[in-house]
């Protein structure tokens, strides 16, 4: 099975960085993606990760860790429109290819 | 075109109703998914076909009965629901099935009202 960890509430200041993360356990890792998801909207896709490091993209960069079962997803230069659900899904190597979400953290961007 | 299609965005149904909901997507993706998400929660899977085929069935009741006519298309066939199935229902899909899927693109959802 699969156990994902996020924490539930962040509050960071506009302008400013916040680092989102999320630790995870797995009989199979073939993956990690974030998803971000304002309230009453369907989740989008802003990152993956399959092989240790980090990856940039514009104001978001994601980092993996396989062998801690660690990420982070990295926001920088934060703007209010960041307020949204942020949810990391790992997904298995068995199981069809399963991905099972964590249940999100609530990111809150004030001015 | 990037968008998967759901209809309809809101439905209210008792609970002797039969209804369906719909999703469609035209990106050539081989894989579509249902997804149920309740307020403060992260979605669900419930069903996932691969290549028309139903794939994966998270132990979902038998009121929700699912379809894939075709490779664009999925449905969720609702049937005698309970309140508690009151939700967000999530269509997505994705490139590929399995462990080489890619992203999943969602739909914007139904939300499900069952009285």
Same mark, same amino acid.
């Given at each position: 099975?699969? %156990?994902?960890?996020? +924490? ?20 199979? =890792?073939?993956?990690? =993606? ?8 369907? +989740?989008? =896709? ?15 960069? #994601? =980092?993996?860790?396989? #062998? ?14 960041? #307020? ?8 298995? %190597? ?16 004030? +001015? | 075109?990037? $968008? ?19 999703? $469609? ?29 139903? *794939?994966?069935? $998270? ?12 490779? *664009? ?24 099935? &399995?462990?080489?899927? &890619? ?13």
């Amino acid at each position: 099975g699969q %156990n994902i960890d996020q +924490p539930t509430e962040m509050t960071a200041t506009e302008g400013a960085i916040v680092q989102i993360n999320c630790t995870y356990q797995t009989s199979g =890792f073939n993956g990690l =993606f974030w998803y971000q998801q304002h309230a009453g909207e369907a +989740p989008t =896709f802003l990152s993956y990760n399959v092989l240790d490091g980090l990856e940039e993209k514009g104001r978001f960069s #994601s =980092f993996l860790s396989r #062998s801690k079962g660690y990420s982070y997803l990295l926001l920088k230069e934060l703007q209010m429109k960041d #307020s949204a659900s942020y949810l990391c899904a790992v997904r298995s %190597n068995t199981n069809a290819g399963k991905s099972t979400f964590g249940d999100g953290t609530t990111l809150t961007v004030k +001015p | 075109d990037t $968008e998967v299609t759901q209809t309809p965005k809101h439905l209210v149904m008792g609970m002797t109703n039969k209804k369906s909901l719909k999703c $469609e997507q035209h990106m050539g993706h081989r894989a579509m998914y249902w997804y149920k998400q309740k307020a403060k929660k992260p979605p669900e899977l419930m069903f996932v076909y691969s290549y028309e085929k139903l *794939s994966i069935n $998270e132990s979902v009741p038998s009121r929700f009965s699912p379809e894939c006519p075709n490779s *664009s298309l999925l449905n969720l066939h609702l049937h005698a629901l309970q309140p508690e199935d009151s939700a967000l229902y999530l269509c997505a899909s994705s490139q590929d099935a &399995g462990p080489s899927a &890619g992203e999943l693109f969602f739909g914007e959802g139904s939300r499900l009202t069952v009285l």
